[in-house]
């Protein structure tokens, strides 16, 4: 029963992120697939804001296509959003907005740039994570933008022939 929590909050979580169309979904609508997750909620779905439902059903059909590792990943990040604070999530939330505001070529690079550091071995991040909060906040600024003026990987470089 709380795994069944656990996936339908997650759902919720998951939904947030999507777009909502002013149309409900009635509850014999949902696929079986879909009503057998949202179970749970069955009692409760009439009275959901519609936009809601068309959340929680658009989460409910993107959990039936996740894979086990994927659905795992997504509980682990909602376990984490459970553990924190009101003020954390607001940041996460305004940090998530600002992210969607940068144009497209920046938000590839944060991502590039995130997909390596993950690679690093644990050592290595440590290490860099430290040396980052050494930093005085006009030098975090400074090195943000000189990242982002760095060109991707596998791109050409600066230079002649790409180099840098």
């Given at each position: 029963m ?5 996936v339908a909050?997650?759902?919720v ?7 909502a169309s002013?149309?409900?979904v ?7 697939a879909?009503r ?23 989460g409910?059909?993107r ?25 954390q999530?607001d ?5 998530y907005?600002e ?18 550091y ?11 994570r ?7 906040p ?14 991707l ?5 600066p230079?002649?022939?790409?180099q840098?």
């Open positions: 709380k795994a069944n929590r656990l909050i997650s759902i979580l998951l939904a947030l992120a999507g777009t002013a149309q409900g009635a509850w014999q609508d949902l696929t079986e879909q057998k997750l949202l179970a749970p909620h069955e009692q409760r779905w009439a009275d959901l804001d519609p936009q809601r439902q068309q959340q929680i059903a658009r409910a059909e959990w039936l296509e996740m894979n086990r590792g994927d659905r795992a990943q997504a509980q682990n990040r909602f376990e984490i959003w459970r553990g924190m604070t009101p003020e999530r940041a996460a939330r305004e940090r907005q992210f969607r505001r940068l144009p497209p070529e920046q938000r590839e690079r944060l991502v590039d740039t995130y997909r390596r993950q690679t690093l071995p644990p050592e290595r991040q440590n290490a860099l430290e040396r980052y909060r050494g930093l005085t006009e030098q975090r600024q400074s090195l943000r933008e000189r990242r982002m003026r760095q060109p990987p596998g791109g050409p470089g230079g002649p022939g790409g840098r």
